[in-house]
């Protein structure tokens, strides 16, 4: 007698086995070949090395770098509507290089190691123990989309709700293109985004969300995101992004 179950356990084994022999594992960063009998590693040890972790010192909100700084300058006369933004490493290196090949050389491959640098930034006491009901993406215009051919907080999203087991909700939407943000100073940053996004549909009240970006710098694209979703009843956003400029 063939137990349904048990054959589609050893199909899963021999898909898998062919998979591992057709395309075996290799780090996403030099293409050096990875342990097989670890699936979850996505980067070798020498290119996990030279990532650069966040510093000891940062703000307890925006995750700016303190270096012995009483008060945070990125947080001084600002009102959050972010609960805080946890990075999983620094914009520099490796990670700067990993993240523009992902980007601008569509590299939709660099999703997994990339998304599995944000797995630290979970484990920050700030956010360690918090609980959400859902994750979301910052939205890229659709012009900017159709152009790149994908949003990458979209896919960083994906791979983070294989480890979080949350469901993925795009709740805003991006209602017009804005210059980039990089260069403008805070200020430039708030009036280049003012207006800029809305919500895609109702947004349940107390809902916890975690957006997902893959850089942050001042912070602003994601307070404006989490702005729009605490207007409409959320309860609580926090943020997480690959890395900290």
């Given at each position: 007698?063939?137990?349904?179950?048990?054959?589609?356990?050893?199909?899963?084994?021999?898909?898998?086995?062919?998979?591992?022999?057709?395309?075996?594992?290799?780090?996403?960063?030099?293409?050096?070949?990875?342990?097989?009998?670890?699936?979850?590693?996505?980067?070798?040890?020498?290119?996990?090395?030279?990532?650069?972790?966040?510093?000891?010192?940062?703000?307890?909100?925006?995750?700016?770098?303190?270096?012995?700084?009483?008060?945070?300058?990125?947080?001084?006369?600002?009102?959050?509507?972010?609960?805080?933004?946890?990075?999983?490493?620094?914009?520099?290196?490796?990670?700067?290089?990993?993240?523009?090949?992902?980007?601008?050389?569509?590299?939709?491959?660099?999703?997994?190691?990339?998304?599995?640098?944000?797995?630290?930034?979970?484990?920050?006491?700030?956010?360690?123990?918090?609980?959400?009901?859902?994750?979301?993406?910052?939205?890229?215009?659709?012009?900017?989309?159709?152009?790149?051919?994908?949003?990458?907080?979209?896919?960083?999203?994906?791979?983070?709700?294989?480890?979080?087991?949350?469901?993925?909700?795009?709740?805003?939407?991006?209602?017009?293109?804005?210059?980039?943000?990089?260069?403008?100073?805070?200020?430039?940053?708030?009036?280049?985004?003012?207006?800029?996004?809305?919500?895609?549909?109702?947004?349940?009240?107390?809902?916890?969300?975690?957006?997902?970006?893959?850089?942050?710098?001042?912070?602003?694209?994601?307070?404006?995101?989490?702005?729009?979703?605490?207007?409409?009843?959320?309860?609580e956003v926090c943020a997480v992004t690959v890395a900290r400029g």
């Amino acid at each position: 007698m063939v137990i349904d179950g048990a054959d589609d356990s050893v199909h899963k084994k021999l898909l898998k086995g062919l998979r591992s022999l057709l395309y075996p594992p290799h780090c996403g960063s030099c293409g050096c070949s990875l342990d097989e009998h670890d699936p979850e590693q996505t980067l070798c040890e020498p290119c996990l090395a030279k990532i650069s972790l966040p510093p000891g010192e940062i703000c307890k909100v925006c995750s700016h770098p303190m270096m012995g700084l009483l008060l945070c300058p990125n947080c001084d006369g600002r009102f959050w509507q972010l609960t805080v933004i946890v990075a999983g490493c620094r914009y520099e290196g490796l990670a700067r290089e990993l993240i523009q090949r992902f980007k601008y050389g569509r590299d939709q491959s660099l999703m997994r190691p990339l998304g599995d640098l944000m797995m630290p930034a979970l484990r920050d006491p700030r956010l360690a123990g918090k609980e959400f009901d859902a994750i979301v993406p910052v939205p890229l215009h659709p012009a900017r989309e159709r152009e790149r051919e994908f949003n990458q907080a979209t896919l960083l999203s994906l791979r983070l709700a294989r480890h979080l087991d949350l469901p993925v909700k795009h709740l805003i939407k991006r209602n017009r293109v804005t210059m980039p943000q990089a260069g403008f100073d805070r200020t430039r940053r708030l009036l280049n985004l003012e207006g800029a996004f809305d919500l895609t549909g109702r947004v349940e009240g107390g809902i916890r969300v975690l957006l997902v970006d893959d850089v942050t710098t001042t912070g602003t694209t994601l307070d404006s995101c989490a702005s729009v979703l605490m207007q409409a009843g959320a309860d609580e956003v926090c943020a997480v992004t690959v890395a900290r400029g």
